[in-house]
């Protein structure tokens, strides 16, 4: 983790296949930036007053990102939300009423992640406008063919 000389944190940077990093970025709470390649054009991706906490991003080659998103910085249940590389078509995708993990972004706009049904874990799809939401794998373990 890199602290900077003002006391911010930065973490858990990505990179696609187009140069454009992404990463947390921490002052009074967990957000999304991004820059180049070679540090240029930094810009903070999500706002604090609209979400608090900002986690976990995936992202893709078209310059969307999916990531966990919390309302408030001491909320039970986080949410899937999306934005734009640049900063635009920031979107809560799915509401949830509990947390979500492990995602992953096509370059098509699917989002695959882990979601929960009680205590149980699961697969699950939805596209990033919110569209097509769908548990993959449930019930019964597969059994080997």
């Not at 944190?9 to 967990?30: K, R, T, W």
């Not at 995936?58 to 249940?77: D, H, Q, R």
Request: net charge negative.
């Amino acid at each position: 983790m890199e602290i900077s000389s003002n006391g911010s944190m930065f973490q858990n940077p990505l990179i696609n296949n187009e140069g454009q990093i992404v990463y947390q970025c921490f002052d009074y709470s967990a957000e999304l930036c991004r820059m180049n390649n070679d540090g240029s054009r930094v810009i903070r991706l999500t706002d604090r007053k609209i979400i608090q906490f900002a986690t976990d991003p995936e992202i893709n080659k078209t310059g969307k990102l999916v990531f966990e998103c919390y309302k408030e910085f001491s909320a039970e249940f986080s949410d899937i939300c999306t934005v734009n590389t640049d900063g635009s078509g920031f979107l809560t995708v799915k509401l949830t009423n509990d947390h979500v993990y492990n995602f992953d972004l096509n370059d098509e706009g699917r989002i695959v992640y882990n979601c929960k049904d009680g205590d149980n874990l699961l697969i699950c799809i939805i596209n990033s406008d919110g569209s097509g939401f769908k548990e993959l794998v449930s019930g019964a373990y597969p059994s080997i063919n």
